[in-house]
């Protein structure tokens, strides 16, 4: 990554940045959709939107410790360039919303996070986010609800 | 104290319990035995909050909450790449738990991976994590499996300690384990369950044997 982005800045081609940003982007998805057990959830002390919020928490300060190198890169070369990192974070940030409130279903969860990255340039996705949070706080607290939970 | 009631527990169109009914009324540590597929664990998890079913499951007629009940499964999830003091470190901090117990149940190395451990040293690893804190309920499935004498010895005597004042259930198919600890024994058979109490062992002894 760091590579990438140096060489990019030394030839002038600032694509290769967004490829690096593209790849440290993938690797931190592929660990933001991992899903820790389900008992974990039921355990935790942080109960329904505490216990997204912490998520979220760590979440953006482990991506900001993996991306840190490279922010630092990018604030040496073109300050102005940073903002990449926003929409970049933001993303992260809404994966972790679709994770919770597609928790049961992985298949549902991908499908919805493509859509959601293919229609993110018209900006309309953005109004689906406050949804997304809503939907995973409930299905956070059905998680952790001790009540027994008719069978299906 | 514990009240259980399964209207109906099936996975698919197999029905595991239909109208059981489990009343714990004092502390003490209960077994739990039965033959393979009877529903042991399905038991035990209904009484955790694991998995779901028709009825209901009440402490002192309220709902108990999930991080009260300390639940060990046969074989327990760990974080492999963690090692067992990160691994209770990640327990601490989901549970909040503020005082940590200075002294750990067993003795795990701390430096390896979990990935490393074997079948038996990951349980303890988990063990190690779960009980830093007191629960309400605990409930140890096929909990002696896996662990050498040593640790077994280790954990009846932690088990005997804890049922002097909590509810402790224990499943396991070493009997004699059973019968040393136990206070009084279920047995689960065709979906019924029976109680057999300190005197009456011999009975159920020979109920196993068919």
């Known amino acids: ?152 | 104290m514990l009240h259980l009631k399964i209207d109906e527990k099936s996975y698919g169109r197999k029905s595991i319990f239909s109208q059981l009914t489990l009343d714990l009324q004092v502390p003490g540590v209960y077994g739990l035995v039965g033959k393979n597929g009877v529903g042991k664990t399905t038991l035990l998890e209904c009484i955790a909050g694991q998995t779901s079913f028709k009825g209901g499951m009440h402490w002192n007629q309220q709902i108990l909450d999930k991080s009260e009940v300390a639940w060990c499964p046969t074989h327990p999830f760990v974080y492999e790449y963690l090692n067992s003091t990160e691994f209770s470190r990640f327990f601490a901090q989901l549970m909040k738990i503020e005082q940590i117990k200075s002294k750990v149940v067993f003795d795990v190395p701390e430096r390896p991976l979990i990935k490393e451990f074997s079948t038996g040293m990951k349980k303890k690893a988990y063990l190690n994590a779960l009980l830093q804190k007191e629960y309400t309920l605990y409930l140890f499935d096929e909990v002696f499996n896996g662990l050498d004498m040593e640790s077994v010895f280790a954990l009846q005597k932690l088990i005997l300690s804890l049922g002097k004042t909590k509810i402790v259930m224990v499943s396991s198919h070493i009997i004699d384990s059973l019968f040393k600890i136990c206070d009084a024994i279920f047995w689960l058979n065709d979906g019924r369950i029976e109680r057999f109490e300190r005197n009456e062992y011999r009975n159920l002894e020979l109920k196993l044997l068919g």
């Open chain 1, 1 to 152: 990554m760091l590579y990438l982005c140096f060489k990019g800045y030394e030839v002038g081609n600032i694509g290769l940045l967004y490829l690096a940003l593209l790849l440290g982007g993938i690797t931190v998805l592929s660990i933001l959709f991992y899903k820790e057990q389900k008992s974990f959830v039921g355990w935790s002390a942080f109960k329904g939107e505490a216990f997204l919020l912490e998520v979220m928490k760590i979440n953006l300060l482990n991506s900001t410790i993996f991306f840190g190198p490279l922010i630092l890169l990018v604030m040496y070369f073109d300050v102005r360039q940073l903002w990449v990192f926003v929409p970049l974070f933001f993303v992260f940030m809404v994966a972790v919303l679709i994770k919770y409130a597609y928790y049961e279903n992985s298949f549902q969860q991908g499908v919805i996070f493509v859509l959601f990255l293919i229609f993110l340039p018209y900006a309309f996705p953005l109004l689906v986010v406050p949804y997304f949070y809503r939907k995973s706080v409930h299905t956070l607290q059905q998680l952790q609800s001790s009540d027994v939970t008719p069978q299906n």
